[in-house]
């Protein structure tokens, strides 16, 4: 007996299957149960109930094999899996199932296991239902394909090639039809390092097929291998020039290729690769409206502005109602500072309902940015959806602060009804920085604990925090934030410097705060700010010399008040007594508010150590 159904499929009608007397018997009975309603917690009480049911219903007569092979029993089971998958509980049902499928070896019975086994998204449930399949039907293409998939899957590169072949030896389809539907099987099953070496040796099965390197591409850029994804679109190209006689199958497939090929130039870092050959392309294609939105994106990306600007227009005056280009248009005119132009625009993008709220958004802040804030507060107001409305009503508080203080900028925020944890980590950030604009620096710090309890790892919020710890001359904070900053992020250039330079300031600890400024200074080498803290580690360790060379480093980099106190005090320590007073008077006037500053040549005269 062979019983084949879809995976999953519900219906209200009961399955017409051919079971015999015995199985007529059987169902009739299920259909009389009274079980209307199955949840997980009650599935095995169910079983435990229902099959004693059914056997006691069945005569003694049908327990004989009947003409399908099967006793009546068993027959009991496969009805009674039926039901589990009608039921929703298809994973309950594979339990059931497969132990007979073992057992009978049914054909039929075994292809079942294999679909619901699927259902469990257990490796070891498909794994097993695969091998169970292959050695019931070894002549059908299927279960090899579900084995090839598995043992990628499983990372066995070679098993899976020899799999591979003895499909496509069984399959009826056709290689140019394979080969994508493949890509995207091993998309889901695999991981790069042996999916990539596994198409590659599909393409050189069938290398005289662009579909071949086109499904490669979508792999690659699947895999975020851009590079690669590139270089076999262009073979793919390549093939079609030269492989493919029928001019209009030619032309839609370049049309293919290059929609893939314009996606994966927008991951690249220089958007001029992709401009210079997408462009070529549009000569020949002006009316490709997908590549030229691509194009105005790398336009936007290599900084041509004005040349992005007029692509978005071409668009538009062909597509009216391509509000996403109208939207990409209006920020782009924000950009530019051309705000009649991007007003106009986002009111036509506000009328339609779908992007009211982007629309209504985007002029609440381009009237923020004019200073109009009352307008800005009359747009943000009407921004309904989510995300923007919650950033609508931060902008809100924003505004308000400055007006009419903390308190109320904090109540306007209290009023915003959010459930989702991205949400109330923004609120909280926020709320933070207004406390820390209102010099409340504890009340800011515990909004940024209460944040860092729903994100801990934000590095932002880490060393936003570690900054009030310092400044509350709470040291154990402040360095607790740094040192997780640099165990999530080794590389965190702030987080090694503002580390390495405290070591230096408090005088303790120069070995270690040596290593954590070297390896800043060689991941930024042009951070003004980094040079000034290896120069004053050389202060402080007394190798004067070395520290004037950093120190002027920074210096010509950026006017800084505290790089020129810093080098001030080195060339007085050298003797430089001379250029140390020019350069503290030439810029005494810049630094008038810093009594620091103003007091630096008489406390290096009177010998106060410089902090």
């Keep these: 007996m062979q019983i084949k159904t879809m995976i999953g499929k519900k219906s209200k009608q009961t399955k017409q299957l051919k079971f015999g007397v015995g199985g007529a018997a059987v169902l009739s009975l299920l259909l009389t149960t009274g079980c209307t309603s199955l949840s997980e917690n009650t599935t095995d009480q169910y079983l435990d109930s229902v099959q004693p049911q059914i056997?006691?219903?069945?005569?003694?007569?049908?327990?004989?094999?009947?003409?399908?092979?099967?006793?009546?029993?068993?027959?009991?089971?496969?009805?009674?899996?039926?039901?589990?998958?009608?039921?929703?509980?298809p994973a309950k049902a594979f339990e059931l199932l497969y132990p007979l499928a073992e057992q009978t070896r049914d054909a039929g019975l075994v292809e079942r296991a294999f679909h619901l086994s699927m259902t469990t998204y257990q490796e070891a449930d498909i794994l097993k239902a695969t091998q169970l399949w292959l050695e019931v039907e070894p002549e059908k293409p299927t279960p090899w394909r579900a084995a090839y998939l598995m043992s990628l899957r499983q990372g066995k590169l070679d098993l899976a090639i020899e799999q591979w072949d003895k499909y496509r030896a069984l399959s009826e389809v056709s290689p140019d039809n394979e080969v994508l539907s493949a890509a995207q099987r091993i998309a889901r099953s695999a991981k790069a390092d042996v999916a990539l070496p596994f198409f590659e040796k599909v393409v050189s099965q069938y290398s005289e097929l662009w579909q071949s390197y086109y499904s490669y591409g979508v792999l690659a850029s699947h895999y975020q291998q851009y590079v690669l994804a590139e270089q076999v679109l262009n073979k793919a190209l390549l093939k079609l020039e030269t492989a493919e006689p029928d001019k209009q199958v030619q032309q839609k497939a370049t049309k293919q290729v290059y929609h893939l090929l314009s996606k994966v130039y927008l991951q690249f870092t220089d958007p001029k690769i992709g401009l210079k050959v997408l462009n070529r392309y549009l000569?020949?294609?002006?009316?490709?409206?997908?590549?030229?939105?691509?194009?105005?994106?790398?336009?936007?990306?290599?900084?041509?502005?004005?040349?992005?600007?007029?692509?978005?227009?071409?668009?538009?005056?062909?597509?009216?109602?391509a509000s996403t280009s109208r939207l990409s248009l209006a920020l782009l005119q924000i950009e530019l500072e051309k705000f009649p132009e991007a007003t106009a625009n986002l009111k036509q993008i506000s009328e339609q309902k779908a992007y009211a709220s982007v629309g209504f958004y985007y002029l609440g802040v381009l009237s923020q940015e004019q200073d109009q804030m009352q307008s800005a507060i009359e747009y943000f107001e009407k921004v309904k959806a989510d995300p923007y409305r919650v950033d609508a009503q931060l902008h809100i508080a924003e505004i308000t602060f400055p007006i009419k203080g903390a308190e109320a900028a904090i109540a306007v925020l209290d009023a915003i009804e959010v459930t989702d944890k991205k949400s109330q980590v923004k609120l909280l950030r926020a709320k933070a920085i207004f406390y820390r604009a209102n010099q409340d620096l504890a009340q800011s710090i515990e909004m940024y604990e209460q944040a860092l309890n729903i994100a801990p790892n934000n590095q932002q919020?880490?060393?936003?925090?570690?900054?009030?710890f310092y400044d509350l001359q709470r040291y154990d904070g402040y360095e607790r934030n740094l040192y997780k900053v640099l165990e999530l992020q080794p590389d965190s250039v702030d987080a090694l410097n503002a580390l390495g330079y405290f070591y230096v300031e408090q005088g303790e600890r120069l070995e270690e705060a040596t290593k954590l400024l070297e390896k800043a200074l060689e991941l930024d080498p042009g951070s003004y700010y980094v040079l000034d803290s290896v120069g004053w580690l050389n202060y402080q360790l007394q190798d004067y010399a070395k520290a004037e060379n950093y120190l002027r480093q920074a210096l010509a980099i950026k006017l800084d008040e505290e790089v020129v106190i810093h080098l001030v005090a080195t060339l007085w320590q050298l003797g430089k007594t001379q250029q140390a007073k020019a350069l503290w008077q030439k810029n005494l006037a810049s630094f008038s508010k810093n009594k620091r500053y103003q007091m630096l040549i008489e406390n290096l005269q009177s010998g106060v150590p410089i902090k």
């Design 461 to 468: 919020m880490l060393l936003a925090q570690a900054v009030l």
């Design 283 to 321: 000569e020949n294609n002006q009316e490709d409206w997908l590549v030229q939105e691509r194009v105005a994106r790398l336009e936007v990306k290599a900084e041509l502005l004005s040349e992005a600007e007029k692509r978005y227009q071409v668009i538009l005056q062909a597509n009216p109602e």
């Design 55 to 89: 056997a006691t219903q069945v005569d003694a007569s049908e327990q004989r094999v009947t003409s399908s092979g099967m006793t009546a029993s068993v027959i009991a089971q496969i009805l009674t899996a039926e039901l589990l998958v009608e039921k929703g509980l």
